[in-house]
């Protein structure tokens, strides 16, 4: 058996909104992430996990910030994307490991939410998806609030 592995690590900045949308799952907050996209920083970590495990680039490569395409779409997008050029090399998914850095909002409410659509669009078992949290206990950019960070680490197994 084949095994290959991949992590992903992102950053979106707060600004001006009363929703952020994170692993799919939309939650009301008082502030919005901004980014080129709807600012999934935790589906772009999958994504870019997945990419990396394939050793096939980075989510900037496959779907550019520059390409107004990608103005305002939906992160599930990238992810099908990197799912299926996983199937499409002959791996199947073993599981994926996120990690959602912030105060707020707080995950741990959503995070069966948040495994339930990324499986979904995985087409996973939701044993296979772990999504969880932690604080930055108030330091660096997102202990003061200014945006969320994420990393997730993917492995993959050959079908
Ligand atoms: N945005 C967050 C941050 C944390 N949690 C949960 O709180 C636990 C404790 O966080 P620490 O940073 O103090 O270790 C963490 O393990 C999560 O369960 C959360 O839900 N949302
Ligand atoms: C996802 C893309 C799509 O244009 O835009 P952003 O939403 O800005 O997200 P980022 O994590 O900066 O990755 C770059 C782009 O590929």
Redo the contacts with the bound molecule.
């Keep these: 058996m084949r095994v290959r592995l991949g992590n992903g690590y992102?950053?979106?900045r707060f600004g001006p909104g009363d929703h952020v949308i994170l692993c799919g799952v939309k939650i009301p907050h008082d502030q919005a992430l901004?980014?080129?996209?709807?600012?999934?920083?935790g589906m772009?970590a999958i994504?870019?996990a997945l990419y990396g495990a394939l050793a096939k680039g980075?989510?900037?490569?496959?779907?550019?910030?520059?390409?107004p395409q990608?103005?305002g779409?939906a992160?599930e997008i990238?992810l099908r994307h990197a799912v299926e050029l996983v199937r499409n090399e002959g791996y199947e998914i073993s599981n994926v490991d996120c990690t959602l850095v912030c105060e707020y909002p707080k995950i741990g409410p959503h995070a069966g939410a948040m495994t339930a659509a990324l499986a979904k669009i995985m087409d996973l078992p939701a044993d296979r998806i772990s999504v969880k949290a932690t604080t930055s206990e108030r330091l660096g950019f997102t202990g003061r609030g200014e945006g969320i960070a994420s990393l997730a680490t993917a492995a993959l197994i050959s079908a």
Aim: hydrophobic fraction near 30%; glycine fraction near 6%; aromatic fraction near 10%.
């Design positions: 992102d950053v979106h901004m980014g080129h996209s709807d600012a999934d920083v772009h994504t870019d980075d989510i900037g490569r496959h779907f550019p910030p520059s390409d990608w103005k779409a992160s990238f």
